[in-house]
């Protein structure tokens, strides 16, 4: 099974821009289909975007589109969500999460987690 590693949070003026990083280890992430998630203080944890098995596509929420870009590096075997744009209301701990079988959406449908990393936007 993988093991997710993000990377990469921090503090960010409003405007500025972030890449998060999400190493996996013990299987290969062309092998799942790889989301991004992130939860706000006090909300429920949302979608921000996936990458298709074998890196073969991506699909964001409405949020993000055109903000925000996820790529794979399978030298490194490793995912990344480029954010760029950033407002206040993307202040949230971002995880990233693999499936093994239909991935969407739903983070119920993601069966390995990362342990999430912090992103702060000031305005």
């Known amino acids: 099974q993988v093991q997710l590693v993000e990377s990469g949070g921090g503090l960010v003026q409003a405007g500025g821009s972030l890449r998060l990083s999400c190493a996996a280890s013990?299987?290969?992430?062309?092998?799942?289909?790889m989301g991004w998630f992130r939860q706000a203080p006090g909300k429920e944890r949302e979608f921000v975007g996936i990458m298709y098995r074998g890196g073969i596509g991506t699909y964001y929420a409405d949020s993000v589109k055109g903000r925000f870009t996820i790529s794979g590096d399978n030298a490194k075997n490793t995912v990344y969500l480029q954010m760029s744009s950033l407002k206040p209301e993307d202040t949230a701990v971002y995880y990233c999460?693999?499936?093994?079988?239909?991935?969407?959406?739903?983070?119920?449908?993601?069966?390995?987690w990362g342990q999430g990393t912090q992103v702060t936007v000031s305005s």
């Open positions: 013990g299987r290969t992430f062309t092998s799942y289909i």
């Open positions: 999460a693999a499936s093994r079988t239909v991935g969407g959406t739903s983070q119920y449908n993601y069966g390995y």
